[in-house]
């Protein structure tokens, strides 16, 4: 039992004190602190269709993650959760523009699959450089990222740029209104559906099945693996691919659902918020859902912080990046008091 309680009181405690950490800071600049939480708590959950926007932040966010979760199980860091998001989005906007006319049972499903094809071959290429030249994963999918938005910049100025457009923002022309799995709140039942899928067959995989068992003994003893007779090269493309097809498919979702277009350096923190929600859930899929959300409600907070304190909307990446602190240096003093605590 307390094995199991301990990873939920982690994750609280990073939060707890990333908020107070964010509370010195907001109080040195002349701030009130109670009040500055209070509208981030207050935009996150009680502000009119609060959970609509929760669920519209975070529901890609989760899609993300789950892949990103898969991906770190297996012990290979995939950190280009970007590039593949805006690749699967790309290559949903081609399939979009090459289906024009089509029925929506055709066309959305099939713009669906080239995003996650998209988003697969993007992590491939670093998957099999990985194994194959013994290349730092960090590295080359840090760099794909870059790669990915000057793609992204290039076809929404080029290939795909919308004749009609005013010139302030590159885009696409709109996906058809029949299209659109959701309108532009990002909340709706296909993409609960989407999300929720995602959600079970990922903790089915990781959990239920030889790959995730394989896949999480490598990630923590892949030569013990390798004695057990499994290939660790391919858990490592599988694992690459799957995350990068997730990544892709939620690319495909924000094309086909909430912006309903293609545009230059849209949702630039989508990737980087994923791996830290899969850090904060432990490597969790069933967590990930929860802290995907969690960080849902902290994007709608954002919104409304210059309404209640006029605070820029940027403030809640100090919040992002106080748990980031936490997570990353391991609390090692506060982790052992709770083991202790747990004993």
Known sequence: MTSRLYPVLQTGAFILLALVLCSLIFAAVGLSATETLGAIVDGAFFRPNALAHVLRWGLPLLITAVG???SFRAGYFNIGAQGQFY????????????????????AVPVCM??????????????????????????????????????????????????PSGSGQQASSRPVEAAWRISESSGSSPVIIA???????????????????????LAGRNPVMVTWQGAKVQRIAISAFVLSGALAGLAGSVELMGPNGRLASGFLPDHGFTAILIALVAGMSVIAAAFIALFFGALTSAGLWLPVMTGLPSSAIDIIHASIALFITAKAGVFRGLLARFGR
């Not at 094809?117 to 993007?122: D, K, P, Q, R």
């Not at 989407?194 to 394989?214: D, P, Q």
Request: charged residues 10%; aromatic residues 8%.
């Open 194 to 216: 989407i999300a929720a899928l995602v959600v079970l067959l990922g903790w089915w995989l990781v959990n239920r099945t030889s790959f995730g068992i394989l896949s999480g």
């Open 68 to 70: 990103v979760v898969i």
């Open 87 to 106: 690749l699967g989005a790309i290559c949903a906007a081609f399939a979009a523009e090459w289906m024009r006319g089509s029925p929506a049972l055709v």
């Open 113 to 162: 699959l080239a995003g996650m094809a998209g988003g697969a071959l993007w992590a491939l290429w670093p998957a099999l450089l990985r194994v194959k030249a013994g290349a730092d994963e960090v590295i080359t999918t840090m760099m794909g990222n870059f790669i990915a938005a000057q793609l992204l910049v290039h076809v929404t100025s080029g290939p795909l740029k919308d």
